[in-house]
């Protein structure tokens, strides 16, 4: 039963573009009606006609703690009474920082209100303090919708990008390189012709916009190295990553263990608690570079909002390695559950992890750059999609997207998602089988 949904999607698409404020909610990688959610709770959704699911994506992240924890949603409700916005310093700004320093290998922490502004002021603080301009970054990476970064690669492994969306001018990429992920040869290269203009290397610290595509070991050790060696900056964009792959994000899966460190670091999603809130921080000297203290402006009239900082504050006090390990084991049963259900249906596939995180490609793996990611079957996903949707399991609405799971999700919510799995992977097979004649077809 969707007609609710149906009638607010038609309503939305006359005065929203595509019916929806960002793209992948518009179910178009998958097809179907959008699901219009009117409430959440713990592990679960609602959406407006009545129909319950276990959530997978948790606000693309945010909610490690499940939907409407009661104790972030008393301390916002505190905060909401005290005023929603001051314009002026506050307590739980300064309090946020803190804990943010105290989890990560950064040392001063600036608050903006998007992962997009996020990096967008990251790479213009790195320019300011280099003197340089030219920024590289790995295709499949996504880091918000900042023009520079929304290139595609050029020619060559060492050739500037193009615009990769209408509306990006070619004077917005030119000084943009777009190389593939895990492919150290690559970077060498580029930074051997172009090294001593390069302000900074940007990555996320663990793609998850294509997919889970881990970092090869030793792989952002060795660009924090090439960056240090030529005098750019390594930014490691951990938006989606941080404090939610682990405690401290990727960043303490690999550089807290291997002893490296970025220079700038990127933060949004759970440190926000689910209100929209990000932070960009790194090293005090680089960090010293911006307005009042430096020269590199940048301002924000939301930045550290009272509210959205009192939620992520409450959400990492909240955050305990308790909390970890049961999203790591409830992560590990529906992982293992549904490449057991794809095995047994006879379809191809490959689940990659990065800490908490997870993701399933319907190819054969292992997957390490968007190449390899764009390998997956589209069609076999969104029969997937669509079987585990009927069955009461909400999943990303596209092949190349992250899963989530949260404190929240108990024995109920996991038994949910493994009841659905089987008849999904079937679903995805003859999704599969369907699609053998139509290609010989098109050989012929």
Known sequence: MTATSSELFERARAVTPGGVNSPVRAFNAVGGTPRFIRSAEGAWLTDVDGNRYVDLIG???PMLLGHAHPEVIARVQEAVARGTSYGTPTEPEVELAEEIVARTSVERVRFVSSGTEAT?????LARGFTGRDVVVKFAGCYHGHVDSLLASAGSGLATFAVPGTPGVPVSSTELTLVLPYNDRAAVEAAFAEHGERIACLITEAAPGNMGIVPPEPGFN?????????????????????????????????????????????????????????????????????????????????????????????TTLRLATPEVYAHIDAAAATVREAAAAALAEAGVTHTVQRSGT?????????????????????????????????ESGVYLPPSAYETWFLSAAHDDRAVQTVLDALPAAARAAARAQDQAVPAEQEEQR
């Open 120 to 124: 967008m002021s990251a790479i213009r």
């Open 59 to 61: 606000s693309w992240g």
């Open 221 to 313: 050790a060795f660009l924090a190295e090439t960056c240090a060696a030529h005098g750019a900056l390594f930014v490691s964009d951990e938006v989606m990553t941080g404090f939610r792959a682990s405690r401290q994000g990727q960043w303490g899966l690999d550089g807290a263990v291997e002893g490296w460190a970025p220079d700038l670091t990127t933060f949004g999603k759970v440190m926000g608690g689910g209100f929209p809130a990000a932070a960009f921080g790194g090293r005090a000297d680089v960090m010293a570079h911006l307005a009042p203290e430096g020269p590199v402006y940048q301002a924000g009239t939301l930045s550290g909002n009272p509210v959205a900082t009192t939620a992520g504050l």
């Open 357 to 389: 995180m997870f993701s399933v490609f319907l190819c054969e793996g292992p997957v390490r750059d968007f190449a390899d990611a764009s390998r997956t079957d589209d069609r076999a996903y969104a029969a997937f999609f669509h079987s585990m949707l």
